[in-house]
């Protein structure tokens, strides 16, 4: 992101053009998402495993294997299975406030770094686990890495990218979490071939390849030209960098707005304190309500626990997992699709389509599971292949909308000042509704039934409204002038106007 308050060049665009250190600058920090999409898949893939839950969770295996009584939406709910997946969001959470410190007084890069390293540590605990708790503890670690990367990849990758390009870069981040979700159903659909049942040591051990991609490019990138002049009294490095990524000599429009915002955030002591004034009001309320929406759009139904929602509707261990490999390879060509228009057709289109597909399909097969699916025995393979359809089409809606907007908007709203706190508050609350929702998931499922769809429809229809009406829109938008979207905005500009006008009222008394 760039920053401030000053007017750009002609247009409210700078000078430059996508260079080839930006987009691998990008690309590299985008693998971020790559961890964060596997870990997302592979959980939900090994807790369906039964060598992995034979050794982990033996009570779950008993009821799934030999309960005959028990209600088809009932045979996984277990606190401690969903501790196990949940635990990476709490330490993720955690973690993010940690990030916050070190993403604003060190750069982007170290915070990178240290989620890199996180990464590595965690997925040898995982693969190497002996036992549930060493097996947490690495969740633990992957969460902490989570934490310092969700914080800062979208900072880095806005702030690397103009404003004209800067929407389908930073959803790289969410293409790069697609294809973890992607990646770690294939790798799932192929260990829990493996016959000594050790094959999902390897989906748990291999987030250290991503991880290591991230840890060698947080070493070799350059840091963003904002990081550079926030934590340096030497513009000249900062304009030397911001020269290489545009590909120009001619950045001093651009240099002078960034000094310009870097100057009022060194007059901000208390970023956390700040973001609460009045002014900042309606990026505090879409740091908090984003996040939430994003988490009960139900995509949790289907990232973490969709081979065990397929076994749920009758479907056997492999056909669970290659389902699940097909939901992800529709995902992932999805938000490929929404990183190509973003910056034509805008953030609002891509959230209203999204939403009407998710709510109509979610309903549609809230009524299938309703009328199909009792409490034992499965549906017919017929109507299996069609839910699996529908939750495609769903799957489809939220890769091109909620997912990769999710990321974007609140990495370009904030201004500098408020930036890393702002980010942030944004990360913790996903973590804070991700956890929620992992831990509750399966409990709500066996008890709401076929109504957890209706459920989450029913907040699909809540977010569409809530984003026709409260979000501008902000594509190519340079984030230094984002303060005029809400200016102009026919509701935030009664709170963030008013204060504007006594300011104004203000001035003149003293004069």
Request: with cysteine; glycine share 10%.
């Amino acid at each position: 992101m760039a920053v401030g308050l000053a007017i750009a060049s002609e247009g409210g665009q700078y000078n430059g053009r996508l260079t080839l250190l930006v987009l691998v600058s990008c690309m590299m920090a985008a693998t971020g998402g790559i961890i964060f999409g596997y870990d997302l898949g592979i959980s939900g893939g090994v807790t369906s495993m039964e060598p992995f839950l034979k050794k982990f969770f033996p009570k779950v295996y008993t009821k799934m294997k030999e309960d005959t009584k028990i209600s088809n939406y009932c045979k996984f709910d277990s606190q401690l299975l969903t501790s196990f997946t949940s635990s990476l969001y709490i330490a993720g959470l955690i973690s993010s406030f940690l990030a916050s410190p070190v993403t604003g007084a060190f750069g982007r890069k170290p915070s990178i770094l240290i989620g890199g390293a996180a990464f590595l540590a965690g997925s040898a605990l995982g693969g190497a686990a002996v036992n549930v708790y060493m097996l947490i503890l690495g969740r633990v670690l992957l969460g902490v890495g989570v934490g310092f990367a969700n914080q800062s990849v979208p900072l880095y990758i806005s702030e690397m990218a103009l404003p004209r390009h800067r929407g389908a870069m930073n959803i790289g981040f969410q293409c790069g979490v697609g294809l973890g979700v992607l990646s770690a159903n294939i790798i799932n659909f192929g260990t829990e071939k493996i016959k000594d049942g050790w094959g999902w040591r390897i989906s748990l051990a291999l987030a250290a390849l991503p991880a290591s991609i991230l840890t060698i490019g947080a070493i070799l990138l350059p840091e963003t030209p904002n990081s550079l002049i926030q934590n340096s009294s030497n513009p000249d490095k900062a304009k030397t960098v911001l020269q290489r990524i545009r590909g120009t000599t001619d950045v001093q429009a651009e240099l002078d707005d960034l000094i310009e915002a870097s100057s009022i955030s060194k007059t901000i002591n208390r970023p956390f304190r700040k973001i609460i004034q009045r002014k900042y009001r309606p990026q505090l309320v879409m740091a908090i309500a984003i996040p939430f929406f994003q988490q009960v759009t139900g995509i949790n139904v289907i990232t973490f626990y969709a081979p065990i929602l397929f076994r749920t509707i009758g479907q056997g261990e492999s056909a669970s997992l290659m389902s699940a490999v097909v939901t992800g390879l529709v995902g992932t060509t999805a938000t490929f699709i929404s990183a190509l228009v973003v910056d034509k057709l805008g953030r609002k289109t891509l959230f209203m389509i999204g939403g009407i597909q998710m709510f109509v399909t979610q309903i549609t097969i809230g009524v299938i599971m309703a009328i199909l699916l009792v409490d034992h025995g499965g549906l017919s393979k017929g109507y299996a292949y069609l839910v699996l359809a529908l939750i495609c089409v769903y799957v489809a809606g939220f890769a091109w909308s909620w997912g990769p907007l999710g990321w974007l908007v609140p990495s370009e709203i904030f201004p500098l000042e408020i930036r890393s706190a702002g980010q942030s508050i944004t990360v913790a609350m996903g973590f804070l509704f991700t956890f929620i929702i992992a831990q509750s998931f399966l409990a709500i499922l066996c008890r709401f039934k076929s109504g957890i769809f209706f459920f989450f429809g029913g907040w699909v229809m809540v977010m569409t409204a809530f984003v026709y009406f409260l979000l501008p829109e902000t594509k190519n938008v340079p984030i230094e002038q984002m303060e005029k979207v809400w200016k102009d905005h026919w509701f935030w500009k009664t709170i963030v106007g008013e204060m504007d006008d006594e300011k104004k009222a203000y001035t003149q008394q003293g004069a």
